[in-house]
């Protein structure tokens, strides 16, 4: 079977969506911390995505799996590519604009490359890959070094920010190498399962009918479940099927700028240079992990 992909326009149009989805993703969440704690954010991140995901892939004909490997899958994947991440990031986010979280986030195909080298064959580091690496090493060093050198006290959120990357990238590794089902279902039965996890923590610990949100918070947090978590997964599985995987790499190039510069535009977050350049050194660094080795 040919593995040669020829993008369309509803390609090129489902990943502009999903840009949008993934890059305005953080400006959101800042928005939904107004009113919501982490914890209920994560929570109804995966659950409002669960009832989504569950009803399209049961208007698909597809079912969910009875065999308990498949749930202990759905299980180690909802903890690492859902719950740690979401819950990470979330709580960065309360000392870290959304514009530099969606700049730290985009080191996280830089670790998942190192990763790959140790845990997926054929996936060998090259002097490319070692210096894009550094690159992005560098971007966030730059990120990170008013924290590290001034009074702010917002280091600790960075490197949670960054943990999220490291959860995210250990994610991509284990779905390559464990049992795989169905797309759709796996995404669904993951977010099933990440619910059942998460919630009740989430109604014992927060006592939600206790709390009051604001609209917008409210708003904002029921499309952060709508639109970058369930319909961003059915994007995505989408453009991977019909272009293929390469093509869908494009959006680490982008969603950094869509984070930056919305949360600059429309939440007033502040431009700094120091940000631009570390933008600049972490794009150019997975540009350059993308370079191939000449064989001689």
């Known amino acids: 079977m040919s593995l040669n992909y020829t993008p369309t326009i509803k390609d090129w149009l489902s990943l502009l969506l999903l840009i949008l989805l993934w890059g305005t993703s953080f400006m959101f969440t800042a928005v939904s911390l107004q009113s919501f704690s982490p914890v209920a954010i994560v929570s109804l991140r995966v659950l409002i995505a669960a009832v989504i995901l569950t009803f399209f892939m049961y208007i698909k004909g597809w079912r969910l799996p009875l065999a308990p490997l498949a749930w202990a899958v759905f299980l180690l994947l909802g903890i690492m590519g859902n719950l740690l991440p979401f819950l990470l990031i979330s709580t960065g986010q309360k000392d870290i604009s959304s514009g530099i979280t969606g700049l730290l986030m985009a080191f996280m195909p830089l670790a998942t490359m190192i990763l790959a080298h140790y845990f997926v064959s054929g996936e060998s580091l090259n002097r490319f890959k070692v210096l894009g690496f550094l690159l992005g090493i560098t971007g966030v060093v730059i990120v990170l070094w008013p924290s590290l050198v001034g009074a702010h006290s917002n280091l600790l959120s960075g490197l949670l920010i960054l943990f999220a990357t490291f959860s995210y990238a250990i994610n991509a590794i284990l779905v390559r190498r464990l049992p795989s089902y169905n797309p759709v279902v796996t995404a669904a039965g993951v977010m099933i399962i990440s619910s059942l996890v998460i919630v009740p923590f989430w109604l014992w610990q927060g006592l939600p009918w206790q709390q009051s949100y604001s609209l917008t918070s409210s708003l904002s947090m029921l499309w952060l479940g709508i639109g970058p978590t369930a319909l ?29 510069f919305t949360g600059a535009l429309l939440l007033g977050e502040a431009i700094e240079w120091h940000s631009l350049a570390a933008m600049i050194f972490i794009i150019v660094g997975i540009a350059l992990t993308r370079k191939r080795v000449p064989i001689k």
């Open 232 to 260: 961003a997964t059915i994007l995505l599985f989408s453009v991977i099927g019909s272009a293929g995987p390469t093509f869908l790499s494009y959006i680490n190039y982008v969603i950094p700028i869509v984070a930056y």
